[in-house]
């Protein structure tokens, strides 16, 4: 069992969903109970589109990256760029950067995609000699990397630079990764976070699985039909120290039982689970909130609505809120940290939006409405396909 670990600041943090761009957009969807979802109007030829439901953030196709950063544009790193530009967060970033110096703040990002979708796109406009567009032609695009580079670049850092793929795990594991290259000396803060955007392979892939409901995803409801995606870009700043709001505790497991199926009894989950609250130095009764992985999918939400019931008491407020933004994959871990984090700033605790009638597996725990009240604790679980599970515990600060 893993030991309690010294909790770090979160200085700065924000997320651009489908409910709009930044936390106010995020927090008045929550409040309200209103889903951003809409029937799918994403990618060429129309009448090729999946009859489905997706969480789609306007504005993307709008954005302009500044001259120094062009040769990066791609729809996932304009994306990202409208992300930085919320909530003061670039201008909190840079700060960081001058207070250690730009070596010493790493760069941790998740994506499940990255910038493929502009890899799909340069295929359709091959030239007749066999090249990509010219705007596409760097190198820096088309590599799954392109997204830590280009936050790098963006702000000016030359910290360590990773950037993780493991599923819908991915952006919740920079939190670890964090906390380890800061324990280990080797950097004062870091830039954390995760952008996925739309593309084909993520579309049509999901759906080659079966795993893409035709309506708006119902996460715990006993007539889920799938899961509805989505797609976000969301960041945190974290620096050594205690403050109003801190990381407490993460677990990771990778149980490994199938592809894309979680294990039957929960096995990886509920290490994750053991490990966050052992180095958090919690017990489960004192979690407050917790925001689910929630997928929709048949066996994730059973697997996990019964690792809950098992293990928290019935006053835990537990809710998905895959309904609001739709899974954002690779950036579902950092969006639903926000949520979290915002659950311990405002006390709202929001419900499961889109759910009428909760499979008989859910425990009370698992809430449809939102509530407010006190959050001294919140949970987060981000469960990935191949068993890639992760688990984060934030908590109000002495100074909160």
């Given at each position: 069992?893993?030991?309690?670990?010294?909790?770090?600041?979160?200085?700065?943090?924000?997320?651009?969903?489908?409910?709009?761009?930044?936390?106010?957009?995020?927090?008045?969807?929550?409040?309200?109970?209103?889903?951003?979802?809409?029937?799918?109007?994403?990618?060429?030829?129309?009448?090729?589109?999946?009859?489905?439901?997706?969480?789609?953030?306007?504005?993307?196709?709008?954005?302009?990256?500044?001259?120094?950063?062009?040769?990066?544009?791609?729809?996932?790193?304009?994306?990202?760029?409208?992300?930085?530009?919320?909530?003061?967060?670039?201008?909190?970033?840079?700060?960081?950067?001058?207070?250690?110096?730009?070596?010493?703040?790493?760069?941790?990002?998740?994506?499940?995609?990255?910038?493929?979708?502009?890899?799909?796109?340069?295929?359709?406009?091959?030239?007749?000699?066999?090249?990509?567009?010219?705007?596409?032609?760097?190198?820096?695009?088309?590599?799954?990397?392109?997204?830590?580079?280009?936050?790098?670049?963006?702000?000016?850092?030359?910290?360590?630079?990773?950037?993780?793929?493991?599923?819908?795990?991915?952006?919740?594991?920079?939190?670890?990764?964090?906390?380890?290259?800061?324990?280990?000396?080797?950097?004062?803060?870091?830039?954390?976070?995760?952008?996925?955007?739309?593309?084909?392979?993520?579309?049509?892939?999901?759906?080659?699985?079966?795993?893409?409901?035709?309506?708006?995803?119902?996460?715990?409801?006993?007539?889920?039909?799938?899961?509805?995606?989505?797609?976000?870009?969301?960041?945190?700043?974290?620096?050594?120290?205690?403050?109003?709001?801190?990381?407490?505790?993460?677990?990771?497991?990778?149980?490994?039982?199938?592809?894309?199926?979680?294990?039957?009894?929960?096995?990886?989950?509920?290490?994750?689970?053991?490990?966050?609250?052992?180095?958090?130095?919690?017990?489960?009764?004192?979690?407050?909130?917790?925001?689910?992985?929630?997928?929709?999918?048949?066996?994730?939400?059973?697997?996990?609505?019964?690792?809950?019931?098992?293990?928290?008491?019935?006053?835990?407020?537990?809710?998905?809120?895959?309904?609001?933004?739709?899974?954002?994959?690779?950036?579902?871990?950092?969006?639903?940290?926000?949520?979290?984090?915002?659950?311990?700033?405002?006390?709202?605790?929001?419900?499961?939006?889109?759910?009428?009638?909760?499979?008989?597996?859910?425990?009370?725990?698992?809430?449809?409405?939102?509530?407010?009240?006190?959050?001294?604790?919140?949970?987060?679980?981000?469960?990935?396909?191949g068993g890639n599970n992760c688990a984060l515990i934030f908590g109000k600060g002495a100074a909160a």
């Open positions: 069992m893993p030991q309690r670990i010294p909790p770090l600041k979160i200085s700065a943090f924000t997320a651009t969903t489908a409910l709009g761009t930044g936390k106010a957009a995020l927090l008045e969807g929550l409040e309200q109970s209103r889903s951003g979802l809409r029937a799918n109007d994403f990618g060429e030829p129309a009448e090729q589109r999946l009859a489905t439901f997706i969480g789609r953030v306007d504005g993307v196709e709008d954005v302009t990256l500044p001259p120094e950063l062009a040769t990066w544009d791609c729809r996932n790193n304009r994306l990202a760029w409208k992300g930085l530009n919320a909530d003061g967060f670039i201008e909190a970033a840079r700060a960081a950067r001058e207070r250690y110096g730009a070596h010493r703040v790493a760069v941790i990002v998740g994506t499940s995609t990255s910038s493929i979708g502009d890899t799909e796109l340069a295929y359709t406009q091959i030239d007749a000699e066999g090249r990509f567009p010219e705007r596409m032609r760097h190198s820096e695009l088309h590599t799954t990397h392109s997204l830590g580079l280009f936050v790098a670049a963006a702000l000016g850092l030359e910290g360590p630079n990773e950037t993780l793929s493991t599923a819908c795990s991915s952006s919740a594991k920079v939190f670890a990764s964090a906390e380890r290259l800061m324990r280990l000396g080797l950097i004062d803060a870091a830039v954390v976070g995760g952008v996925d955007t739309l593309c084909g392979s993520v579309l049509f892939g999901f759906n080659s699985l079966e795993l893409v409901s035709n309506k708006p995803c119902q996460p715990f409801d006993v007539d889920r039909g799938g899961i509805s995606l989505g797609e976000a870009a969301g960041f945190a700043l974290l620096e050594r120290g205690t403050g109003p709001l801190e990381l407490l505790g993460y677990g990771e497991a990778s149980d490994a039982h199938h592809m894309s199926t979680p294990h039957p009894e929960g096995a990886g989950a509920e290490r994750a689970l053991n490990d966050a609250l052992a180095r958090a130095g919690l017990a489960p009764d004192a979690i407050d909130y917790i925001n689910m992985h929630g997928t929709a999918s048949a066996k994730n939400d059973e697997v996990e609505a019964a690792l809950v019931a098992r293990r928290f008491p019935a006053r835990t407020h537990a809710s998905s809120t895959k309904g609001f933004t739709g899974h954002t994959l690779g950036a579902a871990g950092i969006v639903e940290a926000v949520v979290s984090l915002l659950a311990l700033e405002t006390g709202l605790m929001p419900g499961t939006v889109n759910s009428v009638t909760p499979d008989p597996v859910c425990g009370p725990q698992i809430r449809l409405q939102p509530a407010k009240g006190e959050v001294r604790y919140a949970l987060s679980n981000s469960f990935g396909f």
